[in-house]
């Protein structure tokens, strides 16, 4: 991708589509409709998944809380939405190989009579997951769970329930939809921000006004569609484009913080089923941390970024704490995220935790916009497709969808073992080539090679992690990364799993953003400095 080259065609050319918000939605849209032939343009106003779309709790799944729902309340649109979480659950798996995996998760009983409840509702679940090969439920002994999960309070422990779902790396995930529309001709581009609209003299949207935020210079992006994906900020272009139409979306905050890997010491993730306010909570190995999530807290302010606070990172620690052996010592707190959820209400007494995840596409006649309204990570591809097959009939032309069988960047000739390959040939520590292998797929070598050319490259980001300096260099010149955060948050996940070593990792990875984007000192220190201040607020928020 080469953010240049992008902007001038966004200039200069006619598109079908121009999609705003490169999320999930907006860049499976992008994907899905540049496979089905069309010329699009897909732009946010920050970074790919800068928003909801890095801030998941990186599974798959069809929602176990969900199925509970559906059968306490008898609703149905529950039940629908498990479905297809479990429905698209194993395209998203082989779509990308190298960045979703399966997860095994364990959910802790007390009793008998709590381990048959789990089981048989466990067993619903795998019921409704047809068509993959993920292992299905199974009741554990006490013995059996406490030597997968050795952690817990073996005093409380009765038994367990073990099941099956995804997880993926969301932030890698979505940058990998969107490299693939670019491959596929898409005109791709970062920190485009949207400022109006140009209309037809029939009242149709004609063209795009939008402002390279790196530079301030204007630009006029025309086309034919133009699709709204901009999640929690949806109907703040909604009105944009009509403002006669009435606001849709309910946003609400989840937060997670990060945890040393031995809080759980395992490689399995646990379901914590029963929480003061009647969610579920997740305790998930991710990147070398426990991360524990996710809360649900209604959020009527959208503009400022969601962190995680003290009382947040309190109500985490002690929805976990009761299920193990030793506490959590608060002073072990790594990092620490908030994202917002774009939930659709039609009835606005119902609290958010009450609303489903479901998604809509909504047809402005007036405008002639197309919105994707609500959805979650499991489902970007049926809800980019539902977009697009709208978009076939605003356009005239019914079009197949391709992309349930499209193998994502990176994904192509993947193998598992890989990472030997590249431990061989490069001579690289065995961490480091599977990191790689994991987060580049079958493109690792590229990353690899440019620590061979140039041996400082080959050197570490943090004793800690197995990020490496080539990272940088090879994100600037082919992932569109242009700030440190675009790096240190999406593209390894290092923000969002140890805030210390962000921070100790900075002045490097600044050193090397400076001289590939050729930026004066003054630019490298102000883009440190003022990375280096949003993460000291992250830190006092949760402190």
Not at 25 to 48: H, P
Not at 181 to 210: D, I, M, T
Not at 480 to 502: G, K
Request: aromatic fraction near 8%.
């Amino acid at each position: 991708m080469n953010r240049t080259t992008s902007l001038a065609r966004l200039q200069n050319e006619l598109f079908d589509i121009v999609i705003i918000g490169a999320g999930a939605s907006g860049a499976g849209c992008a994907l899905d409709a540049v496979l089905r032939g069309y010329k699009v343009a897909l732009i946010d106003k920050k970074d790919f998944a800068s928003e909801t779309s890095s801030r998941s709790t990186k599974l798959i799944h069809g929602g176990v809380r969900y199925l509970e729902q559906a059968f306490k309340k008898l609703d149905f649109a529950q039940l629908k939405q498990v479905r297809h979480g479990l429905e698209e659950r194993h395209i998203v798996l082989k779509n990308a190989p190298h960045l979703a995996r399966p997860l095994a998760l364990m959910t802790p009983v007390n009793s008998w009579f709590e381990g048959l409840y789990f089981k048989i509702g466990l067993s619903l679940y795998d019921t409704f997951a047809t068509n993959d090969t993920l292992p299905k439920s199974k009741w554990l002994s006490k013995k059996e769970v406490l030597e997968k999960i050795p952690t817990l309070d073996r005093k409380k422990l009765h038994s367990g329930v073990l099941y099956y779902d995804g997880q993926l790396d969301d932030a890698r995930y979505c940058l990998a939809l969107a490299q693939s529309a670019s491959e596929n001709g898409a005109a791709v581009a970062n920190y485009v921000a949207v400022s109006g609209f140009e209309k037809a003299e029939n009242g149709k949207l004609s063209a795009v006004q939008a402002t390279d935020t790196l530079t301030g210079q204007a630009l006029t992006i025309r086309a034919k569609l133009v699709i709204n994906c901009t999640g929690p900020f949806s109907d703040h272009v909604r009105l944009m484009a009509n403002a006669s139409l009435s606001e849709r979306i309910r946003p609400s905050k989840g937060v997670h913080l990060a945890l040393p890997r031995h809080t759980l010491n395992s490689e399995y993730a646990m379901l914590i089923p029963k929480t003061s306010d009647g969610r579920v909570v997740f305790a998930i190995p991710f990147e070398g941390s426990t991360m524990i999530g996710t809360t649900d807290t209604e959020c009527d302010e959208i503009d400022a970024e969601p962190t995680l606070n003290r009382s947040e990172r309190e109500y985490l620690a002690a929805t976990l704490n009761p299920y193990l052996a030793k506490p959590i010592d608060p002073s072990e707190l790594r990092a620490g995220f908030g994202g917002l959820r774009p939930l659709l209400a039609a009835d606005p007494s119902k609290s958010t935790k009450s609303l489903v995840r479901d998604h809509e596409v909504e047809l402005d006649e007036t405008s002639g916009m197309i919105s994707l309204l609500g959805g979650k990570w499991t489902t970007y591809r049926l809800m980019a497709k539902d977009t697009i097959d709208e978009a076939d009939k605003v356009l005239g032309d019914a079009r197949a969808c391709k992309t349930a069988d499209y193998i994502l960047a990176g994904g192509e000739n993947y193998r598992k073992k890989s990472w030997q390959d590249i431990q061989a040939q490069y001579a690289l520590p065995e961490d480091i080539a599977r990191h790689l292998v994991l987060k580049y797929g079958s493109r690792a070598h590229l990353v690899a090679s440019l620590a061979r050319e140039d041996a400082q490259l080959k050197e570490r980001l943090s004793q800690a992690y197995p990020y490496i300096r080539a990272e940088v260099v090879y994100a600037v010149r082919n992932e569109m990364v242009v700030t440190p955060r675009d790096f240190l948050a999406r593209r390894i996940r290092l923000e969002i799993t140890d805030w210390d070593e962000t921070l100790n990792s900075l002045p490097v990875v600044a050193d090397l953003m400076a001289r590939e984007l050729g930026w004066t000192d003054e630019q490298k220190a102000g883009h440190a400095e003022g990375y280096a201040r949003e993460i000291g607020k992250f830190i006092a928020d949760a402190r």
